[in-house]
């Protein structure tokens, strides 16, 4: 009597702890975080929180180009991308880097499936603003939330590429920044987790770096103003931005080679920085 009433008491707190969050990391990043950032996700997984990552992959992307001898450019910090340049970056983010993520997670015993925003029409793109001078570039119009459902309901871990695909079947290279603001808020997440190489935002406060545990998205354009947010920094703070839109409200700024981050940051910890949209 007392096992069932275990059991069940048991069923309902991993119920009540179920959630689903959104992971935005990059190929780079996420290639070089520890063995113990992946048991995490799997702990997470097996715990009945549902991770969904989308990942980026610039610099294999740019390496690749190099190898290939296919000049690469940016306009206004994306990347112009031609058909032979859009070759190379499906081939890298739905290929290599995907699957190399997809690997990472299996060998801590996780469950992890790789596809990109092309499959079954999952991200869903059309021409960006300013095509004619960034090429096959896209802005994502839709993304169909109930194929990540059901990779999620089968027991898998969905590790998505941001290539996306429009009606006709033409390819689309997306941000990946924008992807994962897409894929958060067609899920209805309020919150994302951006996993980098920095503890957070730094301030100087009296003398010393300290990492602001929250800020908007207004003081963070204030900073850059002032110059307290600057260099590598500033890139860093304008992703983490272009994911806040639709139902997103806040995202976490964490560095991937803290202890069990991910699991800290779900459980309420400060940590990193939170940036949050104000009404």
């Given at each position: 009597?007392?096992?069932?009433l275990?059991?069940?008491?048991a069923g309902?707190?991993?119920?009540?702890?179920?959630?689903?969050f959104?992971?935005?990391?990059?190929?780079s990043?996420?290639?070089?975080?520890p063995e113990?950032?992946f048991?995490?996700?799997?702990?997470?997984?097996s715990?009945?929180?549902q991770p969904?990552?989308?990942?980026?992959g610039?610099?294999?992307i740019s390496?690749?180009?190099?190898?290939?001898?296919?000049?690469?450019?940016f306009?206004?910090?994306?990347?112009?991308t031609t058909?032979p340049?859009?070759?190379?970056?499906?081939m890298v983010?739905a290929?290599?880097i995907?699957?190399q993520?997809?690997r990472?997670?299996?060998?801590?015993?996780?469950?992890?499936?790789?596809?990109?925003?092309?499959?079954?029409?999952l991200i869903?793109?059309?021409p960006?603003?300013?095509?004619a001078?960034?090429?096959?570039?896209g802005?994502v119009t839709?993304v169909?939330?109930e194929i990540?459902q059901?990779?999620v309901n089968?027991?898998?871990m969905?590790v998505?590429?941001?290539?996306?695909?429009?009606?006709s079947?033409?390819?689309?290279?997306?941000?990946?920044?924008?992807?994962?603001g897409?894929v958060?808020?067609?899920l209805g997440v309020?919150?994302m987790i951006v996993v980098?190489?920095?503890?957070g935002?730094?301030?100087?406060?009296?003398g010393?770096k300290?990492?602001?545990p929250s800020?908007s998205v207004?003081?963070?354009e204030d900073m850059?103003q002032?110059?307290?947010i600057?260099?590598?920094?500033i890139?860093k703070?304008?992703a983490?931005i272009?994911?806040?839109?639709?139902?997103v409200?806040?995202?976490?700024?964490?560095?991937?080679?803290?202890?069990?981050?991910l699991?800290?940051?779900?459980?309420?910890?400060?940590i990193?920085?939170r940036?949050?949209?104000?009404q």
């Amino acid at each position: 009597m007392n096992s069932t009433l275990q059991n069940e008491s048991a069923g309902v707190e991993k119920g009540a702890e179920k959630q689903t969050f959104v992971m935005k990391c990059g190929g780079s990043t996420l290639a070089a975080l520890p063995e113990s950032f992946f048991a995490d996700l799997r702990d997470l997984q097996s715990q009945g929180t549902q991770p969904v990552i989308v990942h980026g992959g610039g610099p294999a992307i740019s390496d690749n180009l190099a190898k290939l001898g296919i000049e690469t450019e940016f306009v206004n910090g994306l990347r112009k991308t031609t058909e032979p340049v859009l070759d190379v970056v499906e081939m890298v983010l739905a290929g290599s880097i995907n699957k190399q993520i997809v690997r990472l997670i299996q060998s801590v015993g996780g469950r992890a499936l790789g596809l990109s925003g092309v499959d079954g029409g999952l991200i869903k793109a059309k021409p960006a603003a300013n095509h004619a001078e960034i090429g096959w570039v896209g802005d994502v119009t839709g993304v169909q939330a109930e194929i990540i459902q059901g990779i999620v309901n089968m027991g898998y871990m969905p590790v998505i590429a941001p290539v996306g695909v429009d009606a006709s079947g033409q390819r689309y290279n997306i941000n990946a920044d924008t992807a994962a603001g897409a894929v958060a808020s067609h899920l209805g997440v309020s919150r994302m987790i951006v996993v980098t190489d920095v503890p957070g935002i730094m301030k100087t406060v009296n003398g010393q770096k300290k990492v602001l545990p929250s800020v908007s998205v207004q003081e963070i354009e204030d900073m850059i103003q002032t110059g307290e947010i600057y260099g590598g920094m500033i890139p860093k703070v304008r992703a983490a931005i272009a994911c806040i839109h639709g139902k997103v409200r806040e995202v976490i700024i964490v560095d991937g080679s803290e202890p069990q981050i991910l699991s800290r940051v779900l459980n309420g910890e400060t940590i990193g920085t939170r940036i949050i949209r104000m009404q």
